[in-house]
């Protein structure tokens, strides 16, 4: 274990580590539209869904590549991996700030997410560092971290896009370069060579998470309800810059500010709000409350047409995300010790299950409805589908109460 001063340095980094990464993916958001229309010369409604396209590409080689990179920190330790995922972040914000054409975007995507396992080592290291019982803790500070960056990013992203579009990667092309520099002088190995183990493709295997589903056959609708949860909660983020720039004519600072707000209303409610909750109806009755939430703010944000309506209904869209760990709490209060991990593991492979879906779908049935010429506009009909999927996840939460 480290001493105290090392300690505090290297937990410092992570938590630095998992900001930047919150920040650059919060800063690109707002402009990503305007960059891919540009580049393009397409629409937004046609952007929305060449946006998707990259969102997706992010996500599935980073469900692929995981367990790849979760495994090289087993044999070569957490700092090189750590460093090396940083500087390739870096690598991809310049890339994409010089981006010439769309496949430049997604080329710069696609090696993002090769080494986009950062807050799975990440969360490895402080737990080779830090003792049992103060582990949960500093699993929160990391999960504080990337709440705070994503309402800096937007924020950040709205304000110095006023100076050119591509002004927002270069900046978090020099976050991740300062935070390498920062993190080769402060930053020790965690993992001792004797605690090392060789490496071995049959743990890299992405696909060894949904094994896991199959021994909990007995949790099948609770594990459908967290997967109809996550493709309603990420409804909004996949479709909102393109949605509000399509509707309202908004331009990356309204979309940068907008989503600060989402942020700052989700960190909020998960950090103050959800455990009080909890506390009072327990965890099945705070899903429920969660997933009205969801179900509400989406039918809003549907058919809302006044922009002070439209900030009004980003307060309980993101208070919806504190259904999340309520349903994961109910779900690891079925099991016993023995199995958590198992069921961890399954609750991250449908988390990357419902990020590879969403921004394929969602972004697409909002450029189809959105040029489908009708008396009343249909570009919110994702926010519809998304609400039915809140809906029916709520049911299923109902039946099981029962």
Same mark, same amino acid.
């Given at each position: 274990m480290q001493g105290p001063t090392k300690n505090r340095q290297s937990v410092a980094f992570i938590f630095l580590t998992i900001l930047i990464d919150s920040i650059?993916?919060?800063?690109?958001?707002?402009?990503?539209?305007?960059l891919i229309q540009q580049l393009g010369g397409v629409s937004i409604t046609d952007a929305a869904v060449w946006g998707g396209a990259i969102t997706a590409l992010f996500a599935t080689m980073q469900f692929l590549c995981a367990p790849l990179l979760g495994n090289l920190s087993d044999h070569f330790g957490r700092r090189p991996v750590l460093l090396a995922s %940083?500087?390739?972040?870096?690598?991809? +914000?310049?890339?994409?700030?010089?981006?010439? @054409? &769309?496949?430049?975007?997604?080329?710069?995507?696609?090696?993002?997410?090769?080494?986009g396992a950062t807050p799975s080592v990440a969360a490895a290291y402080i737990a080779d560092v830090t003792p049992p019982a103060e582990r949960a803790k500093r699993f929160g500070i990391l999960g504080a971290a990337f709440g705070l960056g994503f309402i800096i990013g937007p924020v950040l992203s709205g304000l110095v896009s006023e100076w050119g579009l591509r002004v927002p990667f270069f900046v978090a092309a020099g %976050?991740?370069?300062?935070?390498?520099? +920062?993190?080769?002088?402060?930053?020790?190995? @965690? &993992?001792?060579?004797?605690?090392?183990?060789?490496?071995?493709?049959?743990?890299?295997n992405p696909w060894g998470a949904f094994v896991h589903i199959r021994q909990f056959s007995g949790l099948a609708p609770l594990l459908l309800a967290m997967l109809l949860l996550q493709l309603a909660l990420q409804t909004v983020p996949v479709t909102w810059p393109y949605f509000t720039g399509f509707r309202f004519d908004w331009g990356p600072r309204e979309v940068g500010m907008s989503l600060g707000l989402y942020g700052l209303v989700g960190v909020i409610t998960q950090g103050f709000l959800m455990g009080r909750l909890v506390h009072r109806f327990g965890d099945d009755k705070t899903a429920?409350?969660?997933?009205?939430?969801?179900?509400?703010?989406?039918?809003?944000?549907a058919i809302v047409t006044d922009i002070g309506l439209l900030l009004m209904l980003?307060?309980?869209?993101?208070?919806?995300?504190?259904?999340?760990?309520?349903?994961?709490?109910?779900?690891?209060?079925?099991?016993?010790?023995n199995e958590q991990g198992g069921l961890q593991g399954t609750v991250t492979a449908i988390n990357s299950l419902a990020s590879m879906v969403t921004p394929l779908l969602m972004p697409w049935l909002f450029s189809f409805f959105a040029t489908v010429a009708t008396p009343v506009s249909l570009s919110g009909v994702p926010y519809v589908l998304g609400a039915g999927l809140a809906l029916c996840s709520l049911v299923l939460v109902i039946r099981l109460k029962k």
């Open positions: 650059g993916i919060g800063l690109l958001i707002p402009v990503i539209p305007e %940083l500087m390739a972040f870096g690598i991809n +914000y310049i890339l994409m700030g010089f981006a010439p @054409s &769309l496949l430049w975007l997604f080329v710069a995507q696609a090696f993002a997410g090769i080494f %976050l991740s370069f300062l935070n390498v520099c +920062y993190g080769y002088w402060v930053l020790p190995e @965690s &993992l001792q060579h004797e605690h090392r183990r060789s490496f071995q493709w049959s743990r890299a429920c409350i969660g997933l009205c939430l969801i179900a509400f703010s989406l039918l809003g944000l980003i307060i309980p869209s993101a208070m919806g995300f504190m259904t999340n760990g309520a349903i994961n709490g109910y779900l690891s209060r079925q099991l016993p010790a």
